[in-house]
């Protein structure tokens, strides 16, 4: 079975400082990872993912993660976080032997303080 | 333009009625879901057709009922509301990828429905 655990449910950083969204996966086989991101009362909008090539994967709006297998993790990273940047954040597990659903996280939400 | 699109945006209805939420891509995917977004912000996969099929169908009551009479549009009934069916739905769309995994799922802006 295929699930994801997102570690924190609210993230508060200072603009300007770095950002780290923690995010574990369980999966069987060779899992797809996605992050959205969810802005107040707006759909979900893809940040980046992960399809079996590079483990670092850059996204839009300079986030970007890291797939670590061996410690099933794609935690998100940011260097420098905006205030645009708050909003609610989507870690995502699909797998193709499960149908391609995806799997989401509870989310984390960022706020970011100026 | 929009890709994928939703109507009605807000759906404010009575217990025991039946209402239906449509959706529409413009971007050529055969995949398209529907997702149930909870109080609470949970998001889980309710339904997904693959060219008009249904190949994902989790444990919704069956008072919810897809339709797809074609492969860009993915309508949602929903007979006999309850309480409970108050949430956010979201319809989505996607490729069928390489090797058969899924390509990205581009989401619709969401229906808020409210049951009173």
């Known amino acids: 079975a295929q699930s994801v655990t997102q570690l924190d449910s609210h993230v508060s950083v200072s603009e300007g400082t770095p950002v780290l969204l923690r995010c574990n996966y369980s999966s069987s086989y060779s899992p797809s990872l996605f992050w959205y991101v969810q802005h107040p009362n707006k759909g979900l909008q893809l940040l980046l993912k992960y399809t079996s090539a590079a483990t670092l994967v850059k996204g839009i709006n300079g986030f970007e993660a890291e797939f670590k297998k061996s410690e099933t993790s794609f935690h998100l990273t940011k260097p420098s976080a905006h205030m645009s940047d708050a909003a609610e954040y989507f870690c995502?597990?699909?797998?193709?032997?499960?149908?391609?659903?995806?799997?989401f996280g509870a989310g984390t939400i960022l706020r970011v303080k100026s | 333009d929009t890709a994928v699109s939703q109507t009605p945006k807000y759906l404010v209805t009575q217990m025991g009625n039946d209402k239906s939420i449509k959706c529409e891509q413009n971007?050529?995917?055969?995949?398209m879901y529907w997702y149930k977004q909870d109080s609470k912000k949970f998001l889980k996969i309710m339904f997904s057709?693959?060219?008009?099929?249904?190949?994902i169908n989790e444990t919704v009551p069956n008072r919810f009922s897809p339709k797809s009479p074609d492969k860009a549009h993915l309508n949602l009934h929903i007979n006999s509301l309850e309480l409970g069916d108050s949430a956010v739905y979201f319809c989505?769309?996607?490729?069928?990828?390489?090797?058969?995994?899924?390509?990205?799922?581009?989401f619709g802006p969401g229906t808020r429905l409210t049951v009173l």
């Open positions: 995502v597990v699909s797998e193709l032997e499960y149908g391609n659903k995806l799997v």
């Open positions: 989505a769309s996607s490729h069928k990828g390489a090797g058969g995994r899924t390509d990205t799922q581009y």
């Open positions: 971007l050529g995917h055969d995949t």
């Open positions: 057709y693959n060219n008009k099929e249904l190949i």
